[in-house]
């Protein structure tokens, strides 16, 4: 008898996935400073976390199965209809949702190189291949992702900005795209950092999805405070929300979270703040430690990547950064990109001790 009769096996391919490797993380009580998970650096909004705790006496209630109230809220910020929005626990959720439904054996999903390491996992647990489609200057190339369309594409993954790059496509860019594919291939659009970008020639996608039949823009509080209550969001044709919504989980986002998204979604002057906060130390970073040694590409995200002149002068940056208490993000195991880091946007404190440990470690002049 073999061994595969004597336990459960996974379906095919399940075990050759490469696992999501998060940010590392100081130990428990240790004063390290967090700087791989592009988390907040401002916390959550006031309000978001008034409204997490105003029900904490009623845990025993199951929350309301759509996230009325957090799809209200969305659409009533966003000017958007709430009937074709889709909340889930964490964009991630919703992800994998979309590749359930739109992918399956013999299919493709195209990807820009250096695109979310998620899409990949997502794409092969549901049957598919995954096509990495050449970057130029780290940033997406639309005329490579459309050649790269053959007729087994059904889905194209675009994080726009991407993560771990930072770069990003402007609407005419992420249009030109979406007019060069067929109308049966589904273009999701990854706004994660939207909340963050300064660019002028930027839009989420929310308006070519009232456009199109096969447009989805998926977003995320996870970047704006609320990364441990895990809500995401998704907003795209009816005919795709129906599919979503007939294998999402019946309570897919607690009620905490659905309170504190819809919260934390008015509280628009907080966003702003947040906005503001990063883009002076995300523009600060990147001129201090931009020199001939390093080279940090241009972000519109709550983080930089950071590139040195090889892997090894990586790895000792990662190290001393460590050994000082701030933990920033490698990205060759996982991204590809053995000579960078991305680094989030956090304090003040955080980001002249950045620049101070790198540039006395690669000497910036």
């Not at 549901?126 to 050449?134: C, F, Q």
């Not at 059904?154 to 060069?180: C, F, M, Q």
């Not at 883009?279 to 040195?308: C, G, K, M």
């Amino acid at each position: 008898m073999s061994d595969d009769r004597l336990r459960p096996v996974p379906q095919p391919g399940i075990l050759d996935i490469a696992p999501y490797v998060p940010g590392k993380s100081g130990a428990p009580g240790s004063k390290s400073i967090k700087l791989s998970s592009n988390e907040s650096p401002l916390g959550a909004s006031p309000k978001a976390i008034e409204a997490f705790r105003s029900v904490a006496d009623h845990l025993e209630i199951y929350p309301e199965g759509s996230s009325k109230i957090l799809r209200e809220a969305l659409a009533e910020v966003h000017g958007l209809d709430a009937a074709r929005i889709v909340c889930g626990n964490g964009s991630d959720d919703l992800l994998h949702l979309i590749a359930q439904c739109y992918l399956g054996d013999g299919d493709e999903a195209l990807m820009n190189q250096y695109g979310f390491s998620v899409y990949p996992i997502i794409t092969r647990a549901a049957g598919a291949s995954i096509v990495l489609v050449d970057e130029t200057d780290y940033t997406a190339d639309v005329d490579a992702l459309l050649a790269a369309v053959t007729d087994k594409t059904k889905i194209i993954w675009l994080a726009n900005p991407n993560n771990p790059t930072g770069t990003y496509l402007s609407d005419a860019e992420v249009r030109r795209l979406h007019a060069g594919l067929r109308p049966d291939i589904l273009l999701v659009i990854d706004s994660a950092y939207a909340e963050y970008v300064t660019a002028a020639d930027y839009t989420v996608g929310s308006d070519l999805v009232a456009e199109a039949e096969n447009v989805v823009m998926v977003r995320t509080f996870s970047k704006m405070g609320l990364a441990a209550a895990r809500i995401g969001w998704m907003v795209g044709p009816p005919h795709v929300v129906d599919a979503i919504n007939r294998i999402r989980g019946p309570f897919n986002v607690n009620l905490p979270a659905q309170l504190a998204g819809a919260a934390a979604t008015r509280d628009v002057e907080f966003t702003a703040r947040l906005k503001e906060f990063n883009a002076e130390w995300r523009d600060w970073i990147t001129t201090e430690l931009t020199s001939n040694h390093i080279y940090v590409v241009p972000s519109q995200a709550n983080f930089v990547l950071v590139l040195f002149p090889d892997a090894e002068h990586a790895a000792l940056a990662f190290e001393t950064l460590m050994e000082r208490g701030l933990i920033v993000r490698e990205v060759g195991k996982s991204y590809g990109i053995p000579h960078g880091l991305r680094i989030s946007i956090g304090s003040e404190q955080a980001m002249r001790g950045v620049v101070g440990i790198l540039k006395a470690l690669v000497q910036i002049s």
